[in-house]
């Protein structure tokens, strides 16, 4: 017997070696038209940013020793490029431009997947590059080893291109990732990517979500990046990981069968529409083990084990079935690991499927034992009988544990009441007595039985808070730090006793930290006759991440912070006093940090470490507050540095008696293009002056806002008929004056571009970059049937109660 492998990664190499260990009879052929077989594709990021740096060790094995030990004719530099199914013969190419032809009794595609690269103009400039394999690798370390590259932009926010992001940095890059979903990390659900945001920022990384590329264009630096928003990005280095699309051109040629999703179809056996040909790996497409819908999986790990059953059923006949993958997967992104395993919430919407999710926060290990860190879990369920259908994990330790349990307990067709039985190995170095794992059984539980009602993000940022009772249940302290707006404080120790604050006629949505003082809030006013209370899930630390608009700044270095002294009286040497918060879970982190600066003199610096991720925004808020002097932060390996230094008391007195800073307050009441221009040249000029402003835009200054491409809407008839009169976009604005049917405008583009003048857009996302406030006029956009979601994401929505009381604490306001 006589078996043709084509494809020398992953699925293939995998299945020819397990054929020779099924057969020492038949005689075992493999092409591959790279050079090398069997190497590690992950690693590739890690190579070219130097945290691998020997390349060998990216290879499993060498063409010579695979074949020699497996006894298989191992032929690199071959590509195969026609099947002859009559025949029973593969086509092949040699590199020196020889061909011939092969036989086979059994034929095994391997061909894999290949990166996605659209037409657009410039895409072949020298400076732009794909990651797929060792010959990409090493182009992009020559590149990297004889240029200099100070910025480097990643077209696509996936795996490749965060785990691109990290090792650029690492290599020395100032690095922005351009993405044109609203988030990062396609697999996961946009309320954990979010948290992913935050690290990425944290980190440096320039975000640029909801933006398509439009163009590649030559420059001094080596490439502008051009935006369909008129963004332009200046970069010496572009990785483009927009995807992957499925090796297919061979089988369609062949003949042979595609699926829906354009992958080759298999059976069960990994066998095609061609009894004597099978096929595994990345060109595959295979149903979904949870919806029976056929989907591509682009994973190294059923790949290999594809390659494994397709050999047993490829030597001993159709034997054993292939289960198919849920897509369990994971990386590294920067300090953090990101994992997902099943279907998230977003795609089993997509596919209207009926669920509920849970989210936790909770510590990798025992809180008390040192060097426990935060782990942020999301799981989705079926609300009928709680069968388990997805999870995703974002955290630094023990993340691919505990994902490997959610995938095991998808794939035998579990429920989040077996999360519950699973039986975790305990010590305080390694675990808490309720694993994390159990806990999202425990609340999911709880909202499956109806225990507790869960308050998910979307819905309370959707909410109309006029109809509700909002209840912050944390301390004072943490109220103090800062709030939803519109809720009252009434923490969770002192609930029974000021339960009468609480009407009994309106919902009452509760809040804490990360859910679990609300679900014990949530006890006690339903054992109390509360008939609708409702807490919000994964609690503040979820919401206010997914809330936060992603805004990044220009290529720059952030300045070094100004120090102030106090003249009233000498502070002391700046002694540094240590304190550990880690494994502390909020509000222990800021209270800690209170009382430990009680005890210091001022003068004195203090620096914490905690593991909660928002503790550095936090503290920086106490310390704008109480007026003491943020020095700054840092963070590594999940752990959060702090440094503060404390105010002597009169620079506190000041602190809390000082006026409010005036700022600036424009209203743009205009959609004409040279006054549209006019207000954000003033705006950037006068946040440049490190003052606050707040842009208010009302009636036709709306259209100054929206987006170029929107999401689909519901109008009643005059929303429509004003969508169809009003520009579209900032992109369709007219001159006030020589507009001359648009050609004035297009000509007022044309030369600001010429002369170097930054177009409207690109002021616009300076503007907010700068901090400078975007209020959308409530009313307004009543009238005219405008949604929020036509707007820009950053924009918020107010009255003219929200502008007053901007209007009040501004020096200029000025009506455009």
Known sequence: MKYVVIGGVAGGATAAARIRRNTEEASIVLFERGEYISYANCGLPYYIGGVIEDRERLFVQTPEVFGRRFNIDVRTRSEVIAIDRAKKEVSVRTADGKEYRESYDKLLLSPGASPVRPPLPGIDLPAIFTLRNVYDTDRIKQYLNSHTVRRAVIVGGGFIGLEMAENLHHAGAEVAVVEMADQVMGPIDFSMAALVHEHLLQKGVKLYLKQGVEAFEPSAEGVTVKFQS????EADLVILSIGVRPETKLAVEAGIELGEMRGIKVNEYLQTSDASIYAVGDAIEYPHPLTGKPWLNYLAGPANRQGRIVADNLVFGNKVRYE?????SIAKVFDLTVAA???????LKQMEIPYLSATIHAGSHAGYYPGALQMDIKITFSPKDGKLYGAQIVGYKGVDKRIDEYALTIKRGGSVYDLMELEHAYAPPFASAKDPVAITGYVAGNILSGKMT???WRELREADLSEVTLVDVRTPDEFALGSLE???????????ERMSEIPKDKPVFLFCGVGLRGYLASNILKANGYADVRNLIGGLKTYLSAVKPVVSSGWSCAPVPRKETCTCEEPVAARVVKVDACGIQCPGPILKLKKSMEELQAGEHLEIRATDAGFPRDAEAWCRTTGHRWIGSRSEN????VEIEKATACSVAAHQQAPVEKGKTFILFSDD?????ATFVLANGAAATGQKVTV???????????KVQKPKVEKDFFGWMFGKMLPSSSLKLKLSKMNMGGIGSKMMRYLMKRKGVDSLESLRQQALDNGVEFIACQMSMDVMGIKKEELLDEVTVGGVATYMSRAEEANVNLFI
Do not use: H, Q
């Open 486 to 496: 519109g809720a009252v404080n009434i923490p969770l120790d002192d609930m029974r």
């Open 673 to 677: 293009l040279d006054k549209t221009l």
């Open 230 to 233: 008129d963004i332009r990005l």
């Open 454 to 456: 869960p308050l998910y």
């Open 638 to 641: 999940g752990v959060y540095r």
């Open 696 to 706: 208010f835009f009302t009636f036709w200054g709306l259209n100054a806002i929206k």
């Open 341 to 347: 395993t099943g279907l998230p919430a977003k795609r």
């Open 324 to 328: 198919g993958a849920i897509g369990t």
